[in-house]
């Protein structure tokens, strides 16, 4: 084996592996993602990790670089043992052997380019090779990707918020009726949901005022510094606020985690509100009765009443205030519907000013225009009997849709609009289940939950005038009160106009049901929080319930290289230094020469051997010139004493090359 090696240029072989080592190298990491473990790295890390690399690049091409300029000096050998001593014959070689070894000047470059231009690509190839390296295995800034867990919601299940009660239980007898609601069931038993403290009913409706008005196109509403877009309307609240603990790839399963501000996106497939559950429409009738209490006994006096039927849903309310005084007073009411858990009928009635009111939340423009201009004299008490009624219609169970959330974080803008840095955005339709016995089925808890959040805003002001103060500041454009809307053209100021704000909802068709819809939805989405998938929690869920399908998120983190395409360019110094080494590897003679032009002893050795044939030939052709009586008048030949001196002790004494030149001419 080792015989049949022995004519190979090993050196020049292990350079070929380490081009092509660095070929493959710089081409799989275009396409292979590297990831250095850790984001943001140090300075100090990243100037040691430059170092290290252009060391070892230098290193490694320098070595590529020696053995390709061995095979040409190798070559030179051969041309050289080819003529002999006669380089006269081939000054190519002088010019070839200056190149190579590259001691050449610029203008040499230049005259002698067509000769030695292969010899000095080649080394332009091999000495791109280290800023060909550096520049591949640069550490750039990226985003990774990782599966996640889906995270634990809430199923719906019975909780002591939303559950079901028999006939005879104590909740019915409650003097807090009118925060409790009940589905009544043919078997005489009731699903109910209560607005107490704690429960998603009674914090969904606080947090009416974190719905936006002034572009809803953008983000609906927002909750804990996170904006929600339409999109995503009831995204679980566990979602934004719990974040998984994600792992870098190149970490393994046991490996550190990532930090939760590397986190640019997760997704996961949710339940939300797909679409407003609620649609007002102006109808029903408003009846009220006014008493004076000072002008009657005090055993007949009693409050005020107001009544409103709507779409079969019938209330009576007292009132502190007077019917048909200048304000006016409103009641609201939602009847729930017989055995259909989250569905229901909200009747609003009012009176007076409170029914332009009303109807300017309802963008009633045929009603304001008729009746606002009676507002002063509404006011001074000269006009009376004004009254307006609404109808809503809610079920929430069929607009409760599975879809894939996105929570994208990102940079706040500050300088232009301020924006969120946090994002929620939803798509139809979730990835396949990772079990075929999945279970996307959601408890009742959801739906009556949702429409039992109507009630606490619906019953502000209850017991005075019962005006929804909560809900017409969000569902009126209120911007300036100082004409007390005087005008019919003040009035229609009031109304949210859908064409140019738009609504939460692209379905609403008035902000009113936009408003009732939204608090549906927020409430919907405070059944999942951290608070309420603990033990101690009124909402305490005993079903581990979670999505079927797995999640997915994006970090920022480290990799080696940039992943461009534009990055195949750094694999060309290492290919066409390959390409030339495997050329002279073929066309370079194997047979060893007498002389090596790498060896400084060669080179003297030829300049003296050179030296001896230029006497031996001057001394015969001056003994046949004294025989023949010729008169030619011969220099002398230098003294090969040092034949590398400038001055060899005589000013009129030739050089080497001008005696050779004389003596060519004389043979001649």
């Given at each position: 084996?080792s015989?049949?090696?022995?004519?190979?240029?090993?050196?020049?072989?292990?350079?070929?592996?380490?081009?092509?080592?660095?070929?493959i190298f710089?081409?799989?990491?275009?396409?292979?993602?590297?990831v250095?473990?850790?984001?943001?790295?140090?300075?100090?890390?990243?100037?040691?990790?430059?170092?290290?690399?252009?060391?070892?690049?230098?290193?490694?091409?320098?070595?590529?670089?020696?053995?390709?300029?061995?095979?040409?000096?190798?070559?030179?050998?051969?041309?050289?043992?080819?003529v002999?001593?006669?380089?006269?014959?081939?000054?190519?070689?002088?010019?070839?052997?200056?190149?190579?070894?590259?001691?050449?000047?610029?203008?040499?470059?230049?005259?002698?380019?067509?000769?030695?231009?292969?010899?000095?690509?080649?080394?332009?190839?091999?000495?791109?090779?280290?800023a060909?390296?550096?520049?591949?295995?640069?550490l750039?800034?990226t985003?990774?990707?990782?599966?996640?867990?889906?995270?634990?919601?809430?199923?719906?299940?019975?909780?002591?918020?939303?559950?079901?009660?028999?006939?005879?239980?104590?909740?019915?007898?409650?003097?807090?009726?009118?925060?409790?609601?009940f589905?009544?069931?043919?078997?005489?038993?009731?699903?109910?949901?209560?607005?107490?403290?704690?429960?998603?009913?009674?914090?969904?409706?606080?947090?009416i005022?974190?719905?936006?008005?002034?572009?809803?196109?953008?983000v609906?509403?927002?909750r804990?510094g996170?904006?929600?877009?339409?999109?995503?309307?009831g995204?679980?609240?566990?979602?934004?606020?719990?974040?998984?603990?994600?792992i870098?790839?190149?970490?393994?399963?046991?490996?550190?985690?990532?930090?939760?501000?590397?986190?640019?996106?997760?997704?996961?497939?949710?339940?939300?509100?797909?679409?407003n559950?609620?649609?007002c429409?102006?109808?029903?009738?408003?009846?009220?009765?006014s008493?004076?209490?000072?002008?009657?006994?005090?055993d007949?006096?009693?409050?005020?009443?107001?009544?409103?039927e709507?779409?079969?849903?019938?209330?009576?309310?007292?009132?502190?205030?007077?019917?048909?005084?200048?304000?006016?007073?409103?009641?609201?009411?939602?009847c729930?519907?017989?055995?259909?858990?989250?569905k229901?009928?909200?009747?609003?009635?009012?009176?007076?000013?409170?029914?332009?009111?009303?109807?300017?939340?309802?963008?009633?423009?045929?009603?304001i225009a008729?009746?606002?201009?009676?507002?002063?004299?509404?006011?001074?008490?000269?006009?009376?009997?004004?009254?307006?009624?609404?109808s809503?219609?809610?079920?929430?169970?069929?607009t409760?849709?599975w879809?894939?959330?996105?929570?994208?974080?990102?940079?706040?803008?500050?300088?232009t609009?301020?924006?969120?840095?946090?994002?929620?955005s939803?798509?139809?339709?979730?990835?396949?289940?990772?079990?075929?016995?999945?279970?996307?089925?959601?408890g009742?808890?959801?739906?009556?939950?949702?429409?039992?959040?109507?009630?606490?805003?619906?019953?502000?002001?209850?017991?005075?005038?019962g005006?929804?103060?909560?809900?017409?500041?969000?569902?009126?454009?209120?911007?300036?009160?100082?004409?007390?809307?005087?005008?019919?053209?003040?009035?229609?100021?009031?109304?949210?106009?859908?064409?140019?704000?738009?609504?939460?909802?692209?379905?609403?068709?008035?902000?009113?049901?936009?408003?009732?819809?939204?608090?549906?939805?927020?409430?919907?989405?405070?059944?999942?929080?951290?608070d309420?998938m603990?033990?101690?929690?009124?909402?305490a869920?005993?079903?581990?319930?979670?999505?079927?399908?797995m999640?997915?998120?994006?970090?920022?983190?480290?990799?080696?290289?940039?992943?461009?395409r534009?990055?195949?360019?750094f694999?060309?110094?290492?290919?066409?230094?390959?390409?030339?080494?495997?050329?002279?590897?073929?066309?370079?003679?194997?047979k060893?020469?007498?002389?090596?032009?790498?060896?400084?002893?060669?080179?003297?050795?030829?300049?003296?051997?050179?030296d001896?044939?230029?006497?031996?030939?001057?001394?015969?052709?001056?003994?046949?010139?004294?025989?023949?009586g010729?008169?030619?008048?011969?220099?002398?030949?230098?003294?090969?004493g040092?034949?590398?001196?400038?001055?060899?002790?005589?000013?009129?004494?030739?050089?080497l090359?001008?005696?050779?030149?004389?003596?060519?001419?004389?043979?001649?």
């Amino acid at each position: 084996m080792s015989h049949r090696l022995s004519g190979l240029p090993i050196n020049l072989l292990v350079a070929v592996f380490i081009l092509f080592s660095i070929l493959i190298f710089t081409f799989v990491l275009v396409f292979v993602t590297i990831v250095v473990p850790g984001y943001r790295l140090t300075t100090s890390f990243k100037v040691a990790y430059n170092i290290v690399i252009t060391v070892l690049a230098t290193v490694l091409s320098r070595y590529a670089s020696g053995e390709i300029q061995k095979q040409w000096l190798r070559q030179i050998n051969h041309e050289i043992s080819d003529v002999k001593y006669q380089l006269h014959h081939n000054p190519a070689i002088t010019e070839k052997w200056r190149a190579v070894l590259g001691i050449n000047t610029i203008p040499e470059r230049i005259r002698s380019f067509r000769s030695t231009f292969v010899p000095q690509l080649s080394f332009l190839f091999t000495g791109l090779i280290t800023a060909a390296v550096v520049a591949a295995v640069t550490l750039t800034d990226t985003t990774c990707h990782s599966e996640i867990n889906p995270p634990r919601i809430h199923s719906g299940a019975d909780n002591k918020c939303t559950r079901v009660v028999p006939n005879n239980r104590t909740e019915r007898s409650s003097p807090l009726w009118e925060y409790r609601t009940f589905w009544n069931n043919d078997d005489g038993s009731a699903y109910y949901a209560t607005t107490n403290l704690g429960c998603p009913s009674w914090s969904g409706a606080q947090y009416i005022g974190s719905i936006n008005t002034v572009n809803p196109n953008h983000v609906a509403y927002s909750r804990s510094g996170v904006g929600i877009q339409r999109t995503a309307i009831g995204t679980p609240e566990i979602f934004y606020t719990d974040f998984p603990n994600l792992i870098e790839p190149s970490d393994g399963p046991f490996g550190r985690y990532i930090d939760q501000s590397n986190l640019r996106t997760v997704s996961q497939c949710l339940p939300i509100m797909a679409f407003n559950p609620v649609k007002c429409q102006p109808g029903g009738t408003v009846a009220y009765k006014s008493n004076v209490p000072d002008k009657v006994p005090d055993d007949q006096a009693n409050f005020h009443q107001i009544s409103v039927e709507a779409d079969g849903c019938n209330y009576t309310q007292a009132s502190a205030e007077d019917p048909n005084g200048a304000f006016g007073v409103m009641v609201s009411r939602f009847c729930p519907t017989n055995n259909n858990v989250g569905k229901g009928t909200v009747a609003m009635g009012a009176t007076g000013i409170i029914s332009l009111t009303l109807a300017a939340s309802m963008g009633d423009k045929d009603f304001i225009a008729k009746h606002a201009a009676s507002y002063e004299a509404m006011k001074a008490g000269v006009a009376r009997n004004l009254t307006y009624a609404v109808s809503c219609k809610v079920d929430v169970r069929p607009t409760i849709q599975w879809r894939t959330l996105t929570l994208e974080l990102r940079q706040g803008n500050l300088t232009t609009t301020p924006s969120y840095s946090k994002l929620i955005s939803g798509v139809d339709g979730c990835d396949s289940a990772v079990t075929t016995q999945a279970n996307w089925t959601l408890g009742d808890g959801y739906a009556g939950g949702a429409a039992a959040a109507l009630i606490p805003p619906l019953s502000e002001g209850r017991y005075w005038n019962g005006m929804t103060n909560t809900i017409f500041n969000q569902a009126l454009n209120v911007t300036d009160t100082s004409d007390r809307y005087s005008t019919v053209d003040s009035w229609q100021q009031l109304i949210r106009k859908k064409e140019v704000a738009g609504y939460g909802f692209n379905d609403s068709n008035n902000a009113l049901e936009d408003v009732l819809g939204l608090t549906a939805g927020i409430t919907m989405g405070q059944m999942s929080t951290l608070d309420s998938m603990r033990k101690s929690s009124p909402l305490a869920d005993s079903v581990d319930f979670r999505p079927a399908a797995m999640g997915k998120a994006t970090f920022a983190c480290t990799r080696v290289g940039s992943g461009n395409r534009s990055a195949l360019l750094f694999t060309l110094p290492p290919l066409l230094s390959m390409l030339m080494a495997l050329y002279l590897l073929f066309t370079v003679p194997r047979k060893p020469t007498s002389f090596k032009t790498s060896r400084l002893d060669d080179i003297i050795a030829i300049g003296l051997a050179g030296d001896r044939e230029l006497s031996m030939a001057y001394k015969a052709d001056h003994l046949d010139g004294s025989q023949e009586g010729l008169q030619t008048s011969i220099p002398r030949a230098p003294s090969l004493g040092n034949p590398f001196e400038e001055d060899i002790g005589d000013d009129k004494a030739m050089g080497l090359q001008e005696l050779r030149a004389v003596h060519r001419k004389t043979w001649n």
